[in-house]
């Protein structure tokens, strides 16, 4: 059975974003080899960037050794770390393997000595005093972690094989039965959500590079003021791609997308760039109202967006009048699903993180705290980190959102297949 560490999934997240984003492969544990400092040198020597960890009852105390353990003298950061609060000092420089107490050798470093044997550590007094430790530790457990960087280069060929595959399934994506020449995807949600990043994100990543064409920003009123539809290209192909994202006023408590607003765009009636006003929906007088609207004009699909972080703070009022939202598009048989966005901004969320990003404990508490409070099922629920203030594309968070926007045309699809047939033909073409 592969040896596990003893520390808690939190701790070591607290470590991992401590010392830069690391991976940590366990190299060494004191308990499986009858706490020998041979073999911890055995198999700890020359392996890269490396963390000692001593686990203490309350605490774990340890030490970062950025070029390992070498025949160098290097410095050491020594640290502590409580709960998820973590104090660090530096000493040295010191040759690594003098952090060992160890009757063959009676070298060692004055500050910080760990005598494996006796499963303790003697620390001197302005070492105490910076981590405010007593000056002798007993501890449970001795391990070493080799701190590798989170994205080999190999893993980073095989996201880009399967951010390729994503694409050119994309790119040959068909609304389902050539029903509509392109299905109709709308991007709601509350105010600052991550809406048009959303759009533009998208639109980067089949150009082949960031691209800012949809208007971002914070303001509390909003940023997104006309309604707009955006077709995408394949790099510098001309024609459009067969779907459109429709990009809206966001959602607030009071203000914000006027209900009548959001029948109007489900059904077909707002032009392009119609200029929102909160107060006072479209009317069938506007000038370029849609009055006949065809199944190509509807919306085929619903992706309601929210900012990870904030999405179980909703006010009540807001929460209750999404889930009229939801109740409504259930009613008339229109299909929905969750775009979860800013989970590179989520608490204790590494860049690393991404690459396997449904599997993290604090996405999994997210998404099922959507699932409980709005209703939504768990698959229907995608997490994306959207381009906001990058200059380069990003293999892991092009493969999220081409994942995520596969997740939506296939719903559109399903919408379409399971239309009445007299709907399919008679407002199809
Ligand atoms: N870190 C991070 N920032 C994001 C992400 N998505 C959006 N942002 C930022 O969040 C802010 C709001 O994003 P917008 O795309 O304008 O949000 P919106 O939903 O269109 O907002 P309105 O049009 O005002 O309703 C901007 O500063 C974006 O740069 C994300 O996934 N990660
Ligand atoms: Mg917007």
Redesign the pocket.
Known sequence: MATRTRLTWLQEKCLQNYFGGKRFCLLFKASECNFSHRDLMWKCWAQGPTMLVLHNENYVVGAYLQEGFQEKEVSITLFVLRETEVSECTIGPYFPAFLFYDRENLDCIPDFQVVLYEKKVNISSETEEKLGLPWKVTIQECEVFRCEELLEERKIRDIALIQSNLLNALKTYKPYEDLVPQTQVLLL??????????VNSVKSVFKGSITHQ??????IN???DKYRTYSITYRNDDSPLPFVLC?S??LSQKAGLHMEDMRCILNGHTPDRYQFNSMKPITSKHPNYIPDPLLKDRIHCVVF?F?INSVDQLSYGLVAKIKRIRKGLIKCGILHVVLL?????LDLITKGDLIDIYNCVPVKLKLEAVHRDFGFALSDILV???Y??EWHLDPVKSMLILLALRQILYTANDFLEDLPLDKQVSEGK
Do not use: E
Request: with cysteine; net charge negative; charged share 15%.
């Open positions: 949600g509350p105010i600052g959500a991550g809406k048009s990043s959303f949809a208007l971002v920003g914070c303001d909003g940023i997104s990009d006023l966001g967006v900012d966005t800013h989970v590179d901004s994306v980190s959207n906001a203030s």
